[in-house]
Structure formats: structure tokens, C-alpha cells
């Protein structure tokens, strides 16, 4: 155990030394450390805020949809393709529009519910992170897409995220009943424990509409600041890093230590295989990649990326959908599913669940590019 350790801190060492030994041989020591608090600074300032922003309002408008029954009639519309599109109950609808609406952890709170998870089965079941998280963010993603002046692009964003939902979730299912064939005939909750629930008295508590409507929107405005304030390690951390891989000097070609230098290593990675990108995703700049790199990690920080790339003028259209589409359906599930299958009881299906999403996010952004194109063409 201590000899793994041992390694693994030497290991972490040299990768953190050797990034930093390389920014600062091509940057300049004072000058790397300068840009780095300066983006994490601006980034807080002019981007945080701006999606706290966001996640407030949203936030307030998805609990007046569940306060009134918005989301049930949602629900009840949604609930016929539930079982021919991604083999799952009816009722899964309702975590597509709970996740959506919010963020992936809502998908485990409806989970905890033992009513709702009487109607699956086991294999259906421990899909649902796989589910849940094709949709995480989704309303922000679109509306933060929205407000950079692309209307049209985010909607076939979304509907890429839809096929790339498919896929990672039948694909799962897959991968789960491949493990233990007996979880595609388990029940999730016993007919004993059914009962049980089914025995218990249901209390409602009378209120005016005027008191539900204020209570709704405080309250998902408060469940969106705390989503904001969550998003600012992604945005800082991540976002910091990213962009300084990223950009380049300033326009006389020199480091100052002003926010937004870097030394282009992920657009010279990307050059190398930029037929890829082009073919498969329709990437037109090699600095559009650092989207899904980042979105892999936390969709709240790839979504600082777009207003400084538009600046740059490095995104169009169809990267607009190629980024709605792989930002919902990932929506940063390399940090959340470890803990999402964690917080279920299925620890070692992470490494499937990881692969499965892995292929449904690039089969989204595939999906939104060539529907894009088709667009196009059309119009």
C-alpha cells in the first residue's frame, strides 16, 4: 500500500512539475502566474456570475413547472416513447425532465424513491445514470447557447443529445445484463416493500396559489445559486487550465501576463489530427476541441469557453450544435458518475457506465453536425 502511494505521488509530481516547468519555459515563470489569476479572476467575474445568473432563473422557472404540474403533463407526453426509444418505463420521462430542468444528481434523488423505482427493472434501473446525465444542464446549456445569438443550432443540439442518449443508455443496459443476466428479470423494490408504501398516509398541505408561486420561485432560485456557486471550482480550475492550453500570446506575439495567454498545445495536438475533427464533428478551428475536453470534466466550464472563442471568432453554427449537443449529453459525467453509481449500490459498473457515455457523447455531437449540414442544405 505504501509502496503504491509512494508512486503515485511521484507520478503526481512529475505530471504537475512538467506542466508547469512547460508553461513557464514558453510563457515566461511571472508571466504564467499572471495570466492564470488573472483568467481565474475574469472568468469568476464576467463568466460565473453570468451562469449563476442563469441557474437562478431556470432554477426558479423548473420549480414553478413541478409547483403547478407542468412537468407531470411533460411527463405524461413523454411517457409513450419512454419504452420503444430507450427501453425504459414511463415513468423515466419524468428523470429526463427533472435532469434537464436541473442538473444530473436528480436523476438519484428520484432513484431514492422507492415508488418510482418499483417500476423498473434492475438492469433499467442502474441505466438511469446513464439516462439522467444525457440530459443534465440541459435547459442552461440551451438558454446559455440562446443568449450568444444562435437560435436554431442549440434545438439540433438538443436532439443530437437525444441519439446520443440512446445510445449510452441501451448500451449500458447492454453492458449490465452481459454482467448479471439475472438483473433483466429482477424487480428493483420487492412486492413486500411496494405494499409497505403503498400503506403509507400521504399528508397535503393547503396553500394559495399566491404562496405556491412565491415559494417556487424562491425556492428554485435558491437551488440555482447553489448550482452556480458549484459550477466556480469547474469554471476556475478547469476553464484556467484549458484556455491557457489553448490561446496563444498577445497580437504582437508576446507574453504579458494579461488573462487569455497560452501556449496553443491543444490546437497543435488537434492540428495533427484535424481530418477527424473536421470529418466527424464538421470542426472547422483545431481551438474548438478544448469544448469536449472540458465538457467531460464539468459543462458549466466548457460554457465559459464560447464567449471568448466567438471574440475570437473560432465557432459558427454548426459547432454551436456540435456543443449543445456533446455538452448536455456528457455534462461533465466523469465527475459525477463514480458518485451517481456510488450513492445506487453498483460501484463496479462505473468503468461500463464511463464507456457507455463516452460513445454516446460522440455519437451526439456526430448526430448534431450532419443534422446541421442537412439543415443547411435545406435552407
Not at 447557447?145 to 441501451?170: D, H, K
Request: aromatic share 10%.
Amino acid at each position: 500500500m505504501k509502496r503504491n502511494r509512494t508512486v503515485s505521488a511521484i507520478v503526481c509530481l512529475t505530471i504537475v512539475v512538467g506542466l508547469f516547468t512547460y508553461m513557464g519555459i514558453v510563457m515566461g515563470a511571472a508571466n504564467m502566474l499572471n495570466t492564470i489569476m488573472r483568467t481565474a479572476h475574469d472568468l469568476l467575474l464576467n463568466t460565473v456570475f453570468y451562469l449563476m445568473g442563469i441557474c437562478v432563473i431556470t432554477g426558479a422557472l423548473g420549480k414553478l413547472f413541478v409547483e403547478f404540474g407542468v412537468v407531470d403533463l411533460i411527463e405524461k407526453l413523454l411517457r409513450p416513447l419512454m419504452r420503444p426509444i430507450f427501453n425504459l418505463p414511463g415513468v423515466a420521462s419524468l428523470g429526463a425532465v427533472m435532469t434537464f430542468l436541473s442538473d444530473n444528481p436528480a436523476i438519484i434523488t428520484l432513484t431514492k424513491d422507492k415508488r418510482f423505482a418499483s417500476y423498473f427493472k434492475k438492469y433499467q434501473y442502474i441505466s438511469l445514470t446513464n439516462f439522467g446525465t444525457a440530459f443534465g444542464m440541459g435547459l442552461i446549456v440551451i438558454i446559455f447557447m440562446i443568449s450568444q445569438g444562435y437560435f436554431v443550432e442549440p434545438l439540433v443540439g438538443l436532439f443530437g443529445a437525444v441519439a446520443g442518449c440512446v445510445v449510452t443508455t441501451r448500451l449500458m443496459q447492454h453492458f449490465v445484463i452481459k454482467a448479471y443476466p439475472a438483473y433483466k428479470d429482477e424487480d428493483v423494490v420487492s412486492d413486500e416493500e411496494l405494499e409497505a408504501i403503498n400503506a403509507e398516509p400521504e399528508h397535503v398541505e393547503e396553500k394559495s396559489v399566491f404562496l405556491r408561486t412565491l415559494n417556487a420561485l424562491l425556492d428554485g432560485g435558491k437551488n440555482g445559486v447553489e448550482v452556480g456557486l458549484a459550477i466556480i471550482p469547474g469554471v476556475l480550475i478547469i476553464s484556467t487550465l484549458v484556455m491557457i492550453l489553448t490561446f496563444g500570446p498577445d497580437a504582437s506575439g508576446a507574453f504579458t501576463g494579461a488573462a487569455y495567454q497560452g501556449t496553443e498545445l491543444l490546437p497543435w495536438l488537434a492540428n495533427k489530427v484535424d481530418w477527424l475533427f473536421k470529418g466527424l464533428f464538421g470542426f472547422g478551428d483545431p481551438h474548438q476541441i478544448a469544448f469536449p475536453i472540458t465538457a467531460l470534466g464539468a459543462v458549466g466550464a466548457a460554457l465559459s469557453l464560447v464567449p471568448n472563442f466567438a471574440a475570437q471568432g473560432w465557432i459558427d453554427g454548426n459547432a454551436i450544435a456540435v456543443f449543445t449537443a456533446i455538452g448536455m449529453c456528457w455534462s461533465g459525467f466523469l465527475s459525477t458518475h463514480t458518485a451517481m453509481l456510488d450513492s445506487l449500490g453498483y460501484r463496479e459498473l462505473t468503468g461500463k457506465a464511463i464507456l457507455s457515455h463516452t460513445v454516446g457523447g460522440l455519437v451526439a455531437a456526430i448526430v448534431a453536425h450532419w443534422t446541421i449540414v442537412l439543415l443547411y442544405l435545406i435552407i
